[in-house]
């Protein structure tokens, strides 16, 4: 999946939008709540304290995710690896795409009124379930809670996916798919916690691989319009032409 620079790309676009389908589909089927039921019942999630999860699969990897955030911002002045490809705008883009992606999942998660699993009342809390959808709703519970704000700790990753598409395309299938991989497992440890559904994992997924898709598409455009010098010296040769031919 390569494309020259600046050259319209239509398949990650076309690929958020069948995502997007899928995504609602899984909405619409109400298998978060029969998720949420295999790993709880109304006494609660036996997991829900699990050191392994809670230290293993949700402190730790906090941690690590907002590392790479501040080795990606080095990398800008000093990079390795595979970033060596990447030029320093390209690597400053990918730093923030990340960062943006973390910011937007976190403000969505603190804006929203959906409540986790683990304060539902068949769960042993007191909300009901309504669907993250109904954003005019109130569930009873204390909400902020979708989407996934642990699953955003990998997923916010899948920028080095535009990143790298062009300049080292093999690289850059091996990073998509340690992202998405990892912020699944992610997700699916904070799902058996009682702390998120699944469509909260999925959706974290569309809207950090969206951000990134838009700081993308915007660096593109940019890149493929004509610098303004450029644009002028084009016009007033333009308008000398005219002129000789009068």
């Not at 995502?19 to 589909?25: G, K, Q, S, T």
């Not at 943006?100 to 403000?107: N, W």
Request: a positive charge.
């Amino acid at each position: 999946m390569t494309a020259s620079r600046g050259a319209p790309d239509r398949l990650p676009f076309l690929l958020t939008a069948i995502a997007f389908a899928l995504f609602a589909l899984w909405d619409a089927s109400g298998l978060d709540l029969a998720l949420a039921r295999l790993a709880g019942g109304a006494s609660g999630f036996p997991l829900r304290e699990d050191r392994l999860l809670v230290l293993g699969l949700h402190e730790v990897p906090r941690f690590l995710s907002m590392a790479g955030v501040a080795v990606l911002l080095v990398a800008v002045r000093w990079p390795f690896g595979v970033l060596r490809r990447l030029d320093a705008r390209a690597r400053l883009r990918l730093a923030l795409s990340v960062l943006a992606a973390l910011a937007v999942v976190s403000l969505l998660k603190n804006t929203s009124r959906t409540s986790c699993p683990w304060d539902l009342a068949e769960f042993g809390g007191v909300a009901t379930y309504v669907s993250h959808w109904a954003r005019g709703l109130r569930d009873g519970g204390p909400g902020r809670c979708f989407p996934a704000g642990h699953a955003s700790a990998a997923f916010a990753y899948l920028a080095g996916w535009f990143a790298l598409r062009r300049v080292a395309p093999r690289a850059a299938r091996v990073w998509l798919v340690t992202a998405a991989v990892c912020g699944l497992v992610l997700g699916l440890a904070q799902q058996w916690r009682g702390a998120h559904y699944m469509s909260h994992t999925l959706w974290t997924a569309w809207v950090c691989w969206s951000v990134a898709l838009a700081i993308d598409a915007v660096a593109r455009a940019r890149a493929a319009r004509p610098p303004v010098k450029e644009s002028a010296d084009r016009a007033a040769g333009a308008a000398v032409s005219k002129l000789n031919e009068s």
